[in-house]
């Protein structure tokens, strides 16, 4: 997920914690505060490493790394309670000791709040290295999801920050519906209805007990997470029910889904099939509109929908499909071409990233990608050509490859050639 979100969450969640606090304490309500957003922001501190692997590589392999692990959280949250209790030292701000405890939960539960929102997209986590270093995938938001933004905004504008505060809140939350209406990205029948739901909530938290007001922000944000979470799964089934019967015989390993922002009704989708006989790899992209009664295919917003760079076959569209589902195209490649990249370290070092890997055979060498960023007839940032290095990525994280299931390597390929 973006920062902002994850600054939102953490605000949202310490609103949450300043009732339980042991006593009224100011200082304790600016602790909380600033250590819960530091908290669901600093594992992304390991962007800092991306040049420890040159190139492309270094953000697909390092970035959500060893930083976002349950085993990291508890130092994490360490650092920051240590370092919130060196600046209460030096601005004199005491606060209690079981006042300090509380902060390092609340600073625990802020990094694995992060780690959690990370895995809700497509881009994945693998929270529980070293025990198990695949990939998991949550696959029901958008990586900036302004239902979020604007449900969270509204309720956190009437709790007890100072003015300043406030106003950042209050920009955030215009931005927020600026965003929705201008960008065209989402249809303008849902940002009226968020926009509508936003000052609802925002009148509702005005009017509710203080107790109560601080639990609202967290509750609008689980409630969208639900909302999500419960339209992927039907999502899910759908395009399973629909793959098998468009493609007898295909053999579906995954669905890499993601929301469109602002709205569960439409979803892209890209699939992960082979044939019967273990030939041929495919993967197949489009669009669904799993409540299609309420909100037809159709009109979803195209939002660099294009066919991307990766060379796709059309897919014919059936009667009964058109206000359920719209085919972007369908990739093919030998299975044994995907296989053969094994004895390429750097092409074996990026598909411990890649988990809807496509190939393009050029005159400049072998282009490698990822469905999931191949949009708009521009190369992804997941992508790269084979070849252009003359040695072997260095600091490979051991991550297990997304496509293990299809693909064999060769260990000894990430060692340099």
């Keep these: 997920m973006d920062n902002i979100t994850h ?188 926009t509508v739901a936003a000052f609802l909530l925002l009148w509702l938290s005005s009017r509710c007990p203080a107790d109560l007001k601080a639990h609202l922000p967290l509750w609008a944000g689980i409630l969208v997470i639900l909302v999500f979470g419960s339209v992927s799964g039907l999502a899910r089934k759908q395009i399973r029910a629909k793959i098998e019967s468009r493609f007898p015989g295909s053999r579906l390993y995954d669905i890499a889904l993601n929301p469109l922002p602002a709205n569960p009704f439409c979803w892209t989708f890209v699939t992960v099939e082979t044939d019967s006989s273990f030939t041929n790899y495919y993967a197949t992209r489009g669009v669904l509109a799993p409540l299609s009664g309420i909100f037809p295919v159709t009109s979803c917003p195209r939002f660099g929908l294009g066919k991307g760079v990766a060379p796709m076959r059309p897919v014919a569209e059936l009667p009964d499909e058109i206000r359920r589902i719209s085919w972007i195209g369908r990739y093919e490649l030998p299975l044994k071409a995907l296989q053969a990249l094994g004895s390429d370290c750097v092409a074996a070092a990026a598909l411990r990233f890649l988990r809807v890997p496509f190939l393009i055979e050029g005159r400049a060498g072998t282009f490698l990608g990822d469905l999931r960023f191949d949009r708009g007839g521009r190369r992804g940032f997941a992508s790269l050509t084979l070849g252009a290095e003359r040695s072997c990525p260095q600091h490979v994280p051991n991550w297990s490859p997304p496509r293990k299931d299809l693909l064999t390597f060769a260990e000894s390929s990430l060692r340099k050639r």
């Design 7 to 194: 600054s939102l969450v953490g605000l949202a969640l310490a609103e949450s914690a300043l009732p339980f606090r042991p006593r009224r304490s100011t200082n304790f309500s600016l602790f909380a505060r600033v250590i819960s957003v530091a908290a669901n922001n600093v594992p992304d501190l390991d962007l800092f490493l991306r040049p420890l692997t040159p190139g492309p590589l270094g953000y697909l392999l390092q970035h959500r790394g060893y930083t976002h692990t349950v085993i990291a959280s508890p130092l994490l949250a360490l650092l920051l309670v240590l370092l919130a209790w060196c600046w209460a030292r030096v601005r004199d701000r005491p606060l209690a000791a079981r006042e300090w405890v509380g902060l390092y939960v609340l600073a625990l539960i802020g990094v694995l709040a992060h780690i959690l929102l990370d895995f809700f997209n497509s881009y994945g986590v693998h929270p529980f290295w070293p025990f198990f270093d695949g990939w998991i995938y949550g696959d029901c938001l958008f990586i900036v999801e302004p239902a979020i933004w604007l449900l969270v905004l509204a309720p956190l504008l009437t709790c007890d920050f100072s003015r300043y505060a406030r106003g950042v809140l209050g920009a955030l939350f215009v931005g927020g519906i600026v965003l929705i209406w201008a960008t065209g990205d989402v249809p303008y029948s849902l940002a009226a209805l968020l």
